[in-house]
């Protein structure tokens, strides 16, 4: 009977943890660059079960023990851009492709951006991002392109990092921001000749970006960059940086809302299940005990 408690409240946990990360969702619906995180669940091993009696074992079955949140994954798909007519607000617009080294054709990933082999293995599709540096020197990536300038120049995001050109160092302007132009490759052009200056955004390309970890402020980093496979974008990239505009968050509102209903009712029956196992343990103590 406890085990059926023990059951019952890890199936609320984890309710609990799914209801919270729809409403991280539903909170962040307008937050620029914002990309939406699904919970992930899974059961807990199960149990082989055996009788033992006289000394002899017979198989009764398996028994599953219960399930748990298992981890928060995020989703990286295209956001809707939005003209801001800002000239230090960007967005990226991308749609990188993978070869399949079986047919040398491009990967048609699904929906969420994932393909998943014959063999089982999954592949998802590399992403691109803005390249950002906090105080300590630790290099992060957002899609939220709302940049400011400060006095001395320098290209600041959204969380008041250092934006980062394409050879990792800090960007900074030298003339006014409303003279700024930059191309659709994130070159910083000349406003006399409207040539590339040779500076240019820092875009990086995350071949893995499931190897990301949210770090709040709408921005990531890897634990391992190389595991991640991070480099800079080039001329062979299909992404676009598009200036005066900002990347929407890919909330989807719909699914959402679902997802919290429905953690909400799931929520619910577990603890109506304990309710029960309280009660027959409240008789059993009260009335069976008495006999």
């Known amino acids: 009977m406890l085990r059926g408690l023990y059951t019952a409240a890890a199936g609320m946990v984890t309710q609990q943890r799914r209801h919270d990360t729809a409403t991280q969702n539903i909170a962040n619906l307008n937050t620029t660059g914002y990309k939406q995180v699904d919970s992930v669940s899974h059961a807990f091993p199960e149990v082989l079960i055996s009788a033992m009696s006289g000394g002899t074992v017979k198989p009764v079955g398996r028994m599953n023990t219960g399930v748990f949140a298992e981890q928060s994954v995020s989703q990286y798909l295209q956001g809707d851009l939005i003209e801001s007519g800002k000239p230090v607000d960007f967005a990226l617009s991308t749609d990188l492709q993978v070869a399949d080294p079986a047919t040398g054709a491009n990967i048609n990933f699904d929906g969420s951006g994932k393909y998943i082999t014959p063999d089982?293995?999954?592949?998802?599709?590399?992403?691109?991002?803005?390249?950002?540096?906090?105080?300590?020197?630790?290099?992060?990536?957002?899609?939220?392109?709302?940049?400011?300038?400060?006095?001395?120049?320098?290209?600041?995001?959204?969380?008041?990092?250092?934006?980062?050109?394409?050879?990792?160092?800090?960007?900074?302007?030298?003339?006014p921001q409303d003279k700024l132009k930059v191309d659709g490759q994130g070159n910083l052009l000349n406003p006399a000749t409207g040539r590339p200056s040779g500076a240019q955004l820092g875009i990086s390309v995350v071949t893995r970006p499931q190897e990301l970890v949210r770090d709040g402020n709408g921005v990531f980093h890897a634990d391992d960059v190389d595991n991640a496979d991070i480099r800079f974008a080039n001329g062979t990239d299909n992404l676009q940086v598009r200036q005066g505009y900002?990347?929407?968050?890919?909330?989807?509102?719909?699914?959402?809302?679902?997802?919290?209903?429905?953690?909400?009712?799931?929520?619910e029956a577990n603890q109506k299940v304990i309710q029960?196992?309280?009660?027959?343990?409240?008789?059993a103590v009260n009335e069976v005990g008495r006999i």
């Open 120 to 175: 089982g293995e999954v592949i998802y599709r590399p992403q691109a991002f803005f390249t950002v540096k906090d105080d300590d020197g630790n290099q992060l990536y957002t899609r939220n392109g709302s940049f400011t300038v400060n006095a001395a120049g320098e290209v600041l995001s959204a969380g008041g990092f250092k934006v980062l050109d394409s050879n990792g160092n800090p960007l900074i302007l030298t003339g």
């Open 246 to 267: 900002l990347e929407n968050s890919n909330v989807d509102a719909t699914k959402v809302t679902v997802d919290m209903n429905a953690a909400y009712r799931a929520y």
């Open 276 to 283: 029960f196992y309280d009660s027959s343990l409240q008789k």
